[in-house]
């Protein structure tokens, strides 16, 4: 049973560009959520996604979007990127309606701004 | 606004002794507490989930306890190895849209 993977692991871009990073989420999961973590912070929840539409959202700007395919997977862009976007980004993904409401972490991707 | 706070912010025990980490939280109409485990630089390992109606939940040496009036949650190690060593994160969860809202972490050094 494959767990949550995402893709690439380690990206390095430079201020004003755009990035993209893909999360595959754990068989039988219908629902992505995406977290940025800062170095030696705990994660900030970005935005959530089910049924392909944004089911919530964090306190982060419109330069942060997303998007979940029909077979559940998701993507995160950030666009015009800035020295503070530096960090690892994580992807959960849970179904929706199960009682325990338990998420599953990827490994991450490490995004480093220059 | 829900907040989340762990302390101790780090903690260094020699290898074989029990431990307690704690989190505490601001709101407690949670659905339910998740405990992480973190090693440098990767993703987070789910160790324990405690539903609002639980008050503790057991996984081998790692037991966590829930006690939603007081807001605050414990992690207890017990008989710690130096492959322990982590940062360890409570999430909260409340009901709906399935956010976690994580606080800090506890970063764990068990010495040999």
């Known amino acids: 049973d494959a767990g949550v993977t995402q893709s690439p692991t380690h990206l390095i871009k430079t201020r004003g560009q755009q990035v993209t990073l893909r999360c595959s989420p754990k068989?039988?999961?219908?629902?992505v959520s995406w977290y940025q973590q800062a170095l030696g912070q705990g994660p900030q929840f970005i935005f959530q996604?089910?049924?392909?539409?944004?089911?919530q959202r964090g306190n982060f700007p419109d330069r942060f979007s997303g998007h979940q395919f029909p077979n559940y997977s998701s993507e995160l862009n950030v666009n015009a990127l800035l020295l503070g976007d530096s960090a690892l980004y994580l992807c959960?993904?849970?179904?929706?309606?199960?009682?325990?409401?338990?998420?599953?972490f990827g490994p991450g991707t490490r995004l480093t701004v220059t | 606004k829900q907040e989340v706070t762990q302390i101790p912010a780090a903690l260094s025990v020699p290898e074989g002794e029990n431990l307690v980490l704690n989190c505490s939280f601001t709101?407690?109409?949670?659905?339910?507490l998740q405990w992480f485990r973190q090693d440098p630089g990767k993703g987070l390992t789910s160790l324990l989930l405690?539903?609002?109606?639980?008050r503790e939940q057991t996984s081998g040496r790692l037991n966590a306890s829930l006690d939603k009036s007081s807001g605050r949650s414990t992690l207890y190690i017990a008989a710690s190895q130096p492959g322990d060593s982590a940062t360890y994160l409570c999430?909260?969860?409340?009901?709906?849209?399935?956010?976690?809202?994580f606080g800090q972490g506890t970063r764990l050094t068990i010495n040999p």
């Open positions: 959960a993904s849970s179904l929706v309606g199960r009682a325990s409401g338990e998420q599953y």
């Open positions: 068989s039988g999961h219908d629902t």
């Open positions: 996604y089910y049924e392909e539409e944004e089911r």
């Open positions: 709101d407690s109409a949670i659905y339910n």
């Open positions: 405690i539903q609002s109606s639980q």
């Open positions: 999430a909260v969860i409340k009901g709906g849209a399935q956010k976690l809202v």
